[in-house]
C-alpha cells in the first residue's frame, strides 16, 4: 500500500483513551507522535478490548442478540447540555420505555435523576443569556423562566406560545408571539408589542372608485361625501392614537397577501427587524401520499409525505428591513450581489439541449434567492450584532451554486456582499456557522473556499484572515465572551480523528485541548472554564467526560452506561486503512475486520459494506451511528469473512472535492473506489475475489443497486436495503445539490438512477424494503420490481416490512433483514 502522507496513515481502531476503554501498547502522545512523523506501520494488528471477567466466562455473539432492543448495550448519555445554573445534565432512555428520564451531574461526579416536577430548573427548549451576564432566560415546555441577578428563578410567563427568544440593548427578553414580536421588562413585568405583522392589503379610509359610476356617486350624492368624510376623521383618529397614546399598540406592517413569513429577527435595540418572506403556495400536492396498511381500526390510512424534487419548482425569498418606529417596510433587492443573474447551469442545459437536438440561448434573468437553509445550525440565517447596529444574512441561491454573506447597510436600506461562495457543483449545507464577534463589528464565519471547512474573521469592507488552515475540516464553533478565542472540534491530526481546540482571535494561535483519539464533542460552560464532553471510541459507546480548559488536566469520566453483557462480547476492533485510490491523488479510508490468522489458509470471502446519506463519515475512530452493522461485522468476522467499510467519495470529512466528486453522476466515483477497495482485499487481507458480496442501505442500498447493475463482475451477491431506484422521485433539498433538477438536467438523473440501469443485473440481489418509509419512498422499489419482472430477471428477491419507517424500529423487523442478508452471503460467496 502506497503511503502518500500524514492523511494516509494507518490508524487501529482502540487507542489508550480513559480508565473505561481499552489498552493498547501504543499510548496516546507516542500515537500521536507517530502519526504525526508518519512512522505507524502500514499494518497494526487490531486491539481487541480489554477482557473483562464476564468476557472470560463466555460471550458468543449471535444475530438474535446484535439485533434486539439495543439497551441491552447500555443507556447511553445524550443530549448532554449546561443547564442554566451551569449544572451538567444529560438524558438517557428509560429502561422499559422509548422515553427519556434527564439526570444532573454532581460536583463530585455523581449522576441524580431530575425529578419531573425539577425539570423546568434544568431543561431548556430555548435559553439566552442577557448580553452583560446578568439574566438568563430559557423556554421549557409552555412557560418560560427567568435567572434573576440574585439567583433566584421566576416564571415570566405561562400557557403564552413563544419562541425565538433574544435579550435586548437594555436587558428586556424580547420574544415572538404569534405574528407579533413582544418585550418583557425583567424589573417591572411590562409587556410591550414592538411589532406586529399582517398579510394583507394595508387599510385606508376610504378606497378610491373602481370605474365611471362609482366616481359619479361619489361626487353626486351628499350622503356618500359624509360617510366617507366620517371614515377618513375615525382613521386618522386611530393613526394618531397609535402615534401619541401609550395605550394603543403600534400599527402593523403589512405584506401582500399572497406571500407568507419565513423567517423575522429583532435588532437588540429595537429600532429595525428583518423579516423574510416567499410566496403562499404548498410544497406537496394531494397525491402525495404514502398508504400505511397496518392500523389500529383495520382499514388503510393515507400518510402526507414530502414533495419529489421532479415536481419541485424554484423559491424565491423577499428580504426586508422594518424601520420599527416608522412602521415602514423597505425591500432589500438582490440585485446588488454579484452572479445575482448568472447562468449557472448553462453548460447542463447546452448539454442536455444538445441531447434533445436542441440549441440553448444563455439567459441573465434573476435567480430565485432566499435564505441558506443550513443542516447544521438551528434558526434562521439571520444575526444581529449585539448592540443592534449590525446585521448579517446568509443567503443562497435556489440553484445550489452560491451563497452570499451580506450585510445590510441600515441607512442606504440595502445589502452589501461580504463573501462570496461559489461552487460548480453545489455549496455545503453544513458547516455554514456565521456571526459577530461580541465587542465589534467583526463577522466570523466557515468556508469552504480553500477546500476544507475553515474559520474566518472579517471587518466589513475588508479581506477576511483565515484563523484555521490545511487539509482538516473545522465545525462546532464557540465564541467566549471577550472574543478571545473561538473553540472547535476538528479531525486536525487524522480524518478519522475529531479532537476539540481553540484558536486565539488575534495570534491565530491555536491550542489542542483533548487528545482521546476517538469521536469527540463538547459543549463549553457557561463560565468557559469547564469543557463537558461526549467521547467514543470505535467499539465503546458514547461517554461523558469532564475537563477544566487549563491546565491539561486529564479529563474525568462522568459515566459508566455500557452494560457488562457488552463488554463480554468479543467484538473485532477494525483498522483504519488508507487504501489507494486510482482516480484521486488522496486515498480512501476504510475501516477493515480482520479474522485472527487471516494472511493463512485459503483466500476468504469478504464482504464490503457502503455507508448510507452519501455525505457522512464512518471510517472514523469513534463510535458509529452504524453501530448494529459494527456488531454484524464482528459476527461475520467470527464466520470467516473479511469486512470492509469504506468512506467513498461523497463522504464527509474530507472537504469540498471529495464531497462534489458525485456531482451529475451519483454511482460512479463510489463504484471506482469500490474497486479499489476490492483489489486491496485481494492484495493486503488473503480475500478470493470471486467470494465477495456488498451491502447497504438507503445511499449504501443505492450503491448496492449500481454495483450489481453496472459492475457486474465487482460483486457475486447484494443486499439493497431501503434503496434509492430513482432520484427522481427523492427530496429537493438533498437531491437537486447533487444533480440538478429533472427539468434542467435529465441525463444527470438518468445516468444516477438504477431504475436506467436494471437490464445488466447477472447475480443474486436481495432487495429490502420498509413500507411507511416517508424519506426513501416504497415505491421505489415496488417500480424497480415491476421493471425487473419486465427485464425477466430470475436472480432477485424482495422482502416488504409492513410497519418499519426508513430507520427500522421493530427488534423482529431488524433480525429477520439480517438473518435474510446473512443467508446471501452464506449462500452465494
Not at 464476564?54 to 447511553?76: C, F, H, S, V
Not at 472514523?620 to 451511528?625: A, F, K, R
Not at 429537493?732 to 440501469?757: C, W
Request: net charge negative; hydrophobic share 35%; aromatic share 10%.
Amino acid at each position: 500500500m502506497q503511503q502518500i502522507g500524514l492523511r494516509s496513515s494507518v490508524i487501529f481502531g482502540m487507542g489508550v483513551i480513559m480508565s473505561a476503554c481499552s489498552t493498547t501498547d501504543i499510548s496516546n502522545e507516542t500515537q500521536a507522535a507517530a502519526v504525526e512523523r508518519n512512522e505507524l506501520p502500514a499494518i497494526v494488528q487490531p486491539v481487541q478490548p480489554a477482557t473483562s471477567a464476564a468476557q472470560q466466562n463466555g460471550g458468543a455473539i449471535t444475530l438474535e442478540q446484535i439485533m434486539a432492543d439495543p439497551k441491552w448495550l447500555g443507556r447511553q448519555p445524550q443530549n448532554a447540555a449546561w443547564a442554566p445554573d451551569g449544572t451538567m445534565i444529560y438524558a438517557r432512555q428509560q429502561a422499559d420505555s422509548k422515553l427519556n428520564d434527564y439526570f444532573r451531574i454532581s460536583e463530585t461526579g455523581e449522576s441524580d435523576k431530575i425529578a419531573p416536577g425539577e425539570l423546568h430548573l434544568f431543561k431548556a427548549d430555548e435559553q439566552v443569556t442577557s448580553h452583560d451576564g446578568r439574566y438568563i432566560a430559557w423556554k421549557y415546555a409552555d412557560s418560560v423562566f427567568i435567572k434573576m441577578p440574585d439567583g433566584e428563578v421566576v416564571r415570566l410567563t405561562h400557557g403564552l406560545p413563544l419562541q425565538d427568544l433574544q435579550f435586548s440593548t437594555d436587558n428586556r427578553l424580547m420574544a415572538r408571539h404569534h405574528d407579533s414580536i413582544v418585550a418583557f421588562n425583567l424589573t417591572t413585568g411590562q409587556q410591550q408589542v414592538l411589532l406586529s405583522w399582517i398579510f394583507a392589503e394595508a387599510p385606508t379610509a376610504n378606497k378610491p372608485a373602481k370605474d365611471f359610476v362609482a366616481r359619479e356617486q361619489q361626487s353626486l350624492i351628499e350622503y356618500i361625501k359624509v360617510q366617507r368624510k366620517n371614515r377618513e376623521d375615525s382613521f386618522a383618529q386611530q393613526k394618531q392614537l397609535r402615534e401619541q397614546s401609550p395605550a394603543a399598540a403600534p400599527a402593523p406592517v403589512y405584506f401582500d397577501a399572497g406571500e407568507r413569513l419565513v423567517a423575522v429577527k429583532m435588532a437588540p435595540d429595537g429600532k429595525h427587524a428583518i423579516v423574510v418572506t416567499t410566496a403562499k403556495g404548498s410544497h406537496r400536492d394531494d397525491t402525495d401520499i404514502m398508504p400505511h396498511y397496518i392500523q389500529e381500526d383495520g382499514r388503510i390510512a393515507a400518510v402526507n409525505v414530502r414533495q419529489r424534487v421532479a415536481d419541485a419548482k424554484p423559491v424565491k425569498q423577499t428580504s426586508w428591513l422594518i424601520d420599527v418606529a416608522q412602521g415602514t417596510k423597505y425591500e432589500l433587492s438582490y440585485q446588488g450581489l454579484p452572479g445575482y443573474n448568472d447562468d449557472v447551469l448553462a453548460d447542463v442545459k447546452q448539454e442536455n439541449a444538445a441531447a434533445r437536438g436542441e440549441d440553448y440561448t444563455i439567459n441573465r434573468l434573476p435567480r430565485a434567492i432566499g435564505l441558506l437553509n443550513s443542516w447544521s445550525q438551528r434558526g434562521a440565517s439571520i444575526r444581529w450584532h449585539q448592540d443592534g447596529k449590525a446585521v448579517a444574512l446568509l443567503l443562497e441561491a435556489w440553484d445550489n451554486k452560491d451563497s452570499w454573506l451580506v450585510t445590510v447597510d441600515l441607512a442606504a436600506k440595502k445589502l452589501v456582499n461580504q463573501h462570496r461562495q461559489h461552487d460548480d457543483a453545489w455549496i455545503n449545507y453544513r458547516h455554514n456557522q456565521f456571526g459577530w464577534l461580541n465587542n465589534s463589528h467583526t463577522l466570523y464565519y466557515l468556508s469552504e473556499q480553500s477546500g476544507y471547512s475553515h474559520l474566518y474573521i472579517q471587518k466589513p469592507g475588508e479581506a477576511p484572515q483565515s484563523l484555521t488552515s490545511g487539509q482538516y475540516v473545522v465545525n462546532s464553533l464557540t465564541l467566549t465572551d471577550d472574543d478571545d478565542y473561538f473553540y472547535f472540534k476538528a479531525n486536525k491530526k487524522h480524518p478519522g480523528i475529531y479532537e476539540i481546540y481553540r484558536v486565539n482571535t488575534d495570534s491565530g494561535e491555536h491550542e489542542s485541548l483533548t487528545d482521546l483519539n476517538g469521536m469527540t464533542d463538547y459543549v463549553l460552560s457557561p463560565d468557559e472554564q469547564t469543557l463537558l464532553l461526549t467521547h467514543s471510541t470505535v467499539t465503546r459507546p458514547p461517554e461523558l467526560y469532564s475537563a477544566p480548559v487549563a491546565g491539561k488536566q486529564q479529563p474525568q469520566q462522568l459515566t459508566h452506561t455500557v452494560s457488562e453483557e457488552f463488554l463480554a462480547k468479543p467484538w473485532v476492533a477494525p483498522k483504519v486503512v488508507a487504501i489507494e485510490s486510482t482516480h484521486t491523488d488522496e486515498p480512501i479510508y476504510a475501516r477493515v475486520y480482520l479474522p485472527e490468522n487471516y494472511l493463512q489458509g485459503e483466500p476468504r470471502k469478504a464482504v464490503v459494506f457502503n455507508h448510507g446519506a452519501g455525505y457522512l463519515q464512518n471510517s472514523h475512530l469513534g463510535w458509529s451511528g452504524y453501530f448494529r452493522e459494527f456488531m454484524f461485522h464482528s459476527f461475520l468476522v467470527k464466520q470467516g469473512y473479511v469486512v470492509l467499510d469504506m468512506d467513498y467519495r461523497a463522504s464527509a470529512g474530507y472537504g469540498r472535492d471529495w464531497r462534489t466528486a458525485i456531482y451529475r453522476q451519483m454511482g460512479t466515483p463510489e463504484l471506482e473506489d469500490n474497486r479499489d477497495g476490492v483489489n486491496w482485499l485481494v492484495a493486503n487481507a488473503n480475500v478470493d475475489r470471486n467470494r465477495i458480496g456488498t451491502y447497504g442501505g438507503s445511499y449504501g442500498g443505492f450503491l448496492t443497486f449500481m454495483a450489481m447493475f453496472n459492475e457486474p463482475d465487482l460483486y457475486q451477491a447484494g443486499a439493497a436495503l431501503r434503496p434509492v431506484s430513482d432520484w427522481a422521485h427523492y427530496n429537493t433539498g438533498y437531491t437537486s445539490n447533487i444533480l440538478n433538477t429533472p427539468d434542467v438536467d435529465p441525463i444527470a438523473y438518468r445516468r444516477s438512477s438504477p431504475i436506467y440501469h436494471a437490464e445488466g443485473l447477472q447475480k443474486p440481489l436481495l432487495i429490502n424494503a420498509p413500507m411507511v418509509d416517508n424519506n426513501v419512498f416504497f415505491v421505489d422499489v415496488v417500480r424497480l420490481v415491476q421493471r425487473l419482472i419486465e427485464l425477466e430477471k430470475e436472480n432477485f428477491e424482495t422482502a416488504i416490512y409492513p410497519v418499519e419507517p426508513h430507520g427500522f424500529v421493530q427488534p423482529s423487523s431488524w433480525l429477520d433483514e439480517y438473518r435474510r442478508i446473512y443467508a446471501l452471503f452464506e449462500e452465494n460467496l
